[in-house]
């Protein structure tokens, strides 16, 4: 079945520490690959995507993420954090045969000041 | 704002009443989407529509559970006879070509079944 995983559910660092969360997807096909943030008391909003070209895409706040196609992942990074990135952070998925996004369970980051 | 619109914003209901929910997507997008997620979930699938058309329903969508979009262009959401388990964050999103596959969400509905 097409599935999206999160492999961190819970994350804690302190200002200035790196980011990496992951994603892996189980499907062969092609495939657009999005990361969703949601601040506390806000809706979804999009923090970067890729559809195709250079694997390595970079997103809003310093965020980036990079596709590596062998490994159906869709790693998360941000090289220093700060208190305002807490929140909670979705991984999804559209898959060219099912015409929806496929969400992972999220990742709550909380930075600590 | 010319955002996804949903409303009402919350809804606490008594088990067994019906509850309707609306959706206004962004203007001239094609595509509407609802999902409902509950806490320490991602958003779940539960169905779409291109234009008026209804294209896929999740299994999650239980016979209860209709939508519509009589214009092709806002939508609403009914629960018939709720149940507590219904209790959930339920989002719209809408999106367009070519980029079908971005998808912006709105602020959601929070429904509670007491």
Redesign the interface.
């Known amino acids: 079945a097409q599935s ?1 995983s ?1 492999h961190n ?1 819970h994350v804690i660092l302190s200002e200035a520490a790196s980011l990496e969360l992951g994603c892996n997807y189980s499907y062969g096909g092609t495939v ?1 690959l ?1 990361w ?1 943030v949601q601040y506390p008391g ?5 923090l970067l ?1 890729y ?1 195709s070209g250079d694997p390595l895409v970079k997103g809003i706040k310093g965020f980036e993420a990079e596709f590596i196609k062998s490994k159906f992942s869709f790693n998360l990074r941000k090289p220093s954090v700060q208190w305002s990135d807490t929140a909670e952070y ?1 991984c ?1 998925v ?1 898959m060219d045969s099912s ?8 990742t709550r980051l909380l930075v600590r000041p | 704002d010319t955002g996804v619109s949903q409303n009402p914003r919350h809804k606490i209901t008594k088990r067994g009443q019906n509850v309707t929910f609306r959706c206004d997507p962004i203007s001239e997008h094609n595509r509407l ?1 609802w ?1 409902r997620q509950t806490l ?6 539960l169905t ?1 529509f291109q234009n008026e058309a209804q ?2 329903k999740s299994r999650l969508l239980s016979d209860r559970f209709s939508a519509e979009r009589p214009k092709g262009s806002f939508s609403t959401l009914e629960i018939q006879r709720t149940e507590q388990g219904d209790s959930a964050m339920y ?1 719209c ?1 809408s999106s367009d070509q070519p ?10 509905t929070r429904l509670t079944v007491v």
């Open positions: 999206v999160q559910h657009n999005f969703y806000q809706h979804l909003q999009l995507k559809f979705f999804a559209w015409y929806k996004l496929i969400f992972g369970s999220g | 989407y999902y320490g979930q991602g958003p779940e699938f779409y294209l896929e989002l999103a980029f079908e596959s971005e998808a912006f969400f709105g602020q959601g």
